[in-house]
């Protein structure tokens, strides 16, 4: 029986993904990169013998510049990246931001191939994505997959929340941190970050828009501004006759366990046992909201903080600091 031509056999299916995989792969290869990370640990309060980490990472402009991911660089007393050639280079970490798992090295080397950024809000569940690492140290493993899914959060090692993270079920392991989430045409739309271990085809990479808005401040500083209050707090549920009395639209807000000294929230009068409820206008029912809110652009700036203490609500002035640089 001759196949309808509305309906291809599944061979002309095969090679067509073939073809779609193998040049895109033969596009991205030649940026992705290996690295090697050195450490040091302590010890009783003296320096232990080197600790050794790698990744994967990927060339963005032809002058060097490489992306990987912060958690993979994060500690590194000598970071070193093997190019696709076999050439062996020294790394200088450019900046680094934690909260959204993203990292900047800088190598000298000519002929140097730069990948090109795609858009990852036009994404779609199901579309085909390929991965390119270096796992388990094996140079240059292209797996591949679909979008399983978008929107998701993952929580970074600094606490925060990275929004609008990719999942896909390209089959990721150690080693694949940083490497490159490509489409078919070999455009980069994300930044390969984490697995879930036990699970089962569930990985997940930032977006590459997420990597983009933070590029410019890690470029210029080495870090990425953020508001900063110096509090440390938990979320907690709040009782309905609270909240209807309150006129509160949110089911819980922010217990807060410290305040740090000379920090803002302690010049505003904030107290240990206060509950945050809102920032401005704005309700806030967990840190992630809090955090999402404290952004570069509210740094100098001042706002209102609404509490509950004791029985009471009250709304604090607050001036809201840059945070401490974890360059």
Do not use: C, W
């Not at 210029?220 to 938990?234: E, I, K, P, S």
């Amino acid at each position: 029986m001759v196949p309808s031509p509305a309906f291809p056999n599944d061979q002309s299916l095969l090679d067509a993904y073939s073809h779609a995989v193998i040049g895109a792969v033969e596009l991205v290869a030649p940026a992705v990169v290996a690295i090697d990370v050195h450490k040091r640990g302590a010890a009783l309060g003296r320096r232990s013998r080197a600790q050794a980490g790698s990744g994967s990472g990927f060339v963005f402009a032809a002058d060097g510049l490489i992306l990987t991911n912060s958690h993979v660089v994060e500690g590194a007393e000598r970071i070193e990246v093997t190019l696709p050639d076999g050439r062996e280079r020294s790394a200088d970490l450019i900046g680094h931001d934690p909260d959204t798992d993203v990292a900047v090295l800088k190598i000298t080397a000519a002929e140097l191939t730069a990948l090109t950024f795609g858009d990852s809000q036009t994404l779609r569940p199901g579309q085909v994505v390929i991965a390119i690492g270096n796992p388990y140290g094996f140079q240059h493993t292209v797996t591949t997959g679909v979008v399983s899914a978008l929107g998701r959060s993952l929580r970074a090692r600094s606490g925060r929340l990275i929004d609008h993270v990719i999942q896909t079920d390209a089959a990721l392991n150690p080693g694949n941190s940083g490497g490159p989430l490509v489409t078919s045409a070999g455009l980069v739309i994300g930044v390969n970050t984490a697995i879930i271990a036990g699970g089962q085809g569930l990985s997940f990479a930032v977006p590459i828009g997420t990597v983009a808005a933070v590029l410019p401040p890690l470029l210029r500083d080495g870090y990425v501004r953020r508001g900063y209050l110096g509090v440390a707090g938990q979320d907690v549920p709040l009782l309905r006759r609270v909240t209807r009395f309150h006129r509160l639209s949110q089911p819980s807000g922010v217990f807060v366990i410290s305040v740090e000294a000379d920090a803002p929230a302690q010049a505003a009068g904030l107290r240990e046992g206060d509950i945050i409820v809102s920032l401005d206008s704005t309700p806030i029912a967990s840190l992630d909201d809090l955090h999402r809110l404290l952004t570069g652009a509210r740094i100098g700036t001042t706002a209102s903080l609404g509490i509950l203490r004791g029985a009471g609500r009250l709304d604090l002035t607050v001036s809201i600091a840059d945070r401490p640089s974890r360059k």
